[in-house]
């Protein structure tokens, strides 16, 4: 019965698995955002498009979207692309982080 209970956690550690891309310190491996060629979406309403759009184009991970008056965190992540907009919905900013 001991022998049992003493090779249980190995029994368990061999059945996990580990995704092929985890998230280290807020970064997506493969997805290292870039802000050259955002600048085309600035003025543009937001829509789901335009925001998969601006993903694809940034090569970010994460999009986050920044209605104004919305308070967002300062924790910088290098896979996120953060998209500005005002009281219209029109884009105003784009940036990395």
């Keep these: 019965m001991r022998k049992a209970i003493a090779i249980a956690p190995v029994l368990v550690a061999a059945c996990s698995t580990v995704p092929a891309q ?14 050259e060629g955002t ?26 979207w920044s209605p104004p008056g919305v308070m967002l965190t300062m924790d910088y992540r290098a896979d996120r692309v953060t998209v500005w907009l005002d009281p219209a919905n029109k884009i105003t900013k784009i ?3």
């Design 22 to 35: 985890t998230p280290v310190h807020g970064e997506t491996p493969g997805h290292t955002c870039k802000v």
């Design 39 to 64: 600048d085309q979406y600035v003025g543009q309403t937001r829509t789901d498009q335009i925001g998969e759009e601006i993903k694809r184009t940034s090569k970010a991970a994460v999009l986050r």
């Design 95 to 97: 940036r990395c982080g």
